[in-house]
């Protein structure tokens, strides 16, 4: 059963600011807001990906943002509903001073790296062990890796990366998929919230 769709009605998914969300998010006690960071390093594609899985565009030249950006998903999930908070974290925010105050109250996270650049894998898990330290709820935050510009590979070379994204795991990630925002045949990231919607509800001891 699906959870999250990239259906697109209404103002259901349009950028948002979190003053707003917090007072939607108290119209209803069966209201919950989750927070859910998208970070990695400058140019892996974060924003691209968010665009593609909230409005369904891609943007053939982007430049990376220098800020941080809100999307949110709204969904009805067991008779609740449920305010997806995404919050974009630019690509240098991880040598700042801030990000603990952007980390805070956040109860799941993706990494992104780009497929295409190593040093960007590597930094994943300089991200994820920067996630832990500075989050609060870090002992149960759920992190998924997501292995974008998937489509760049071919043939035995997406046979190796699979077999480094398995490696991943063993650096602390729940699960890593495989995403792309300009190739849906290859995108997973549907698939990805889905596991990650499932993991915060497991942690947060709601009825499924």
Same mark, same amino acid.
């Given at each position: 059963?699906?959870?999250?769709?990239?259906?697109?009605?209404?103002?259901?998914?349009?950028?948002?600011?979190?003053?707003?969300?917090?007072?939607?998010?108290?119209?209803?006690?069966?209201?919950?807001?989750?927070?859910?960071?998208?970070?990695?390093?400058?140019?892996?594609?974060?924003?691209?990906?968010?665009?593609?899985?909230?409005?369904?565009?891609?943007?053939?030249?982007?430049?990376?943002?220098?800020?941080?950006?809100?999307?949110?998903?709204?969904?009805?999930?067991?008779?609740?509903?449920?305010?997806?908070?995404?919050?974009?974290?630019?690509?240098?925010?991880?040598?700042?001073?801030?990000?603990?105050?952007?980390?805070?109250?956040?109860?799941?996270?993706?990494?992104? =790296? /780009?497929?295409?650049?190593?040093?960007?894998? !590597? @930094?994943?898990?300089?991200?994820?062990?920067?996630? &832990? *330290?500075?989050?609060?709820?870090?002992?149960?935050?759920?992190?998924?890796?997501?292995?974008?510009?998937?489509?760049?590979?071919?043939?035995?070379?997406?046979?190796?990366?699979?077999?480094?994204?398995?490696?991943?795991?063993?650096?602390?990630?729940?699960?890593?998929?495989?995403?792309?925002? =300009? /190739?849906?045949?290859?995108?997973?990231?549907? !698939? @990805?919230?889905?596991?990650?919607?499932?993991?915060? &509800? *497991?942690?947060?001891?709601?009825?499924?």
């Amino acid at each position: 059963m699906a959870i999250v769709n990239s259906n697109n009605n209404g103002n259901t998914n349009r950028i948002i600011l979190n003053e707003e969300i917090q007072q939607q998010g108290n119209r209803n006690r069966e209201e919950q807001i989750f927070k859910i960071l998208f970070v990695g390093e400058p140019a892996v594609g974060k924003t691209s990906l968010l665009n593609r899985f909230i409005y369904s565009l891609f943007f053939e030249n982007y430049t990376p943002n220098q800020k941080i950006l809100f999307f949110l998903k709204t969904i009805n999930y067991s008779g609740r509903v449920y305010y997806l908070q995404f919050w974009d974290i630019f690509g240098t925010a991880r040598t700042g001073v801030m990000t603990r105050v952007f980390y805070s109250d956040s109860v799941g996270a993706f990494v992104v =790296c /780009d497929v295409t650049r190593p040093e960007t894998i !590597e @930094a994943a898990i300089a991200w994820r062990t920067d996630l &832990i *330290n500075k989050n609060v709820l870090s002992s149960d935050l759920p992190i998924i890796l997501l292995a974008n510009k998937w489509d760049k590979l071919k043939g035995g070379a997406a046979n190796a990366m699979i077999n480094k994204m398995n490696l991943m795991l063993q650096k602390g990630f729940t699960k890593w998929f495989p995403t792309s925002a =300009c /190739d849906l045949k290859t995108n997973k990231l549907s !698939e @990805a919230l889905n596991e990650l919607f499932k993991q915060i &509800i *497991n942690i947060r001891q709601y009825n499924l």
